[in-house]
C-alpha cells in the first residue's frame, strides 16, 4: 500500500515557499518548555525529535542532530 501525505511544507513547496522555517534557539526552549522530557518525540541514530508550540498556537516538530566526533579533538 501507498500512502501519499499533504501536508503544510509540502504545499508551501508546491507554491516555490520554503517548507521550513527557521527559528532562534531562544525560541525553540520556550516552545519545548527548555526540551522538557514531555516533548521528546523519539530518536534515531542521527537525531532526536521534540514536538512544542509557538506563542502563536502553531505546533511545531524540531528535529536535534546529533554532533559525534569520530576522530580525536
Not at 522555517?21 to 514531555?38: G, H, K, M, P, Q
Not at 512544542?52 to 498556537?57: A, E, H, R, S, V
Amino acid at each position: 500500500m501507498k500512502v501519499r501525505v499533504h501536508n503544510r511544507a509540502t504545499k508551501l513547496g508546491a507554491l516555490g515557499l520554503p517548507a521550513y522555517r527557521t527559528f532562534s534557539l531562544e525560541v525553540l526552549e520556550e516552545a519545548t518548555n527548555n526540551f522538557d522530557t514531555l516533548t521528546f518525540i523519539g530518536e534515531g541514530t542521527y537525531d532526536q525529535m521534540y514536538r512544542g508550540q509557538l506563542k502563536d498556537g502553531s505546533f511545531i516538530t524540531i528535529i536535534c542532530l546529533k554532533m559525534k566526533r569520530k576522530h580525536g579533538i
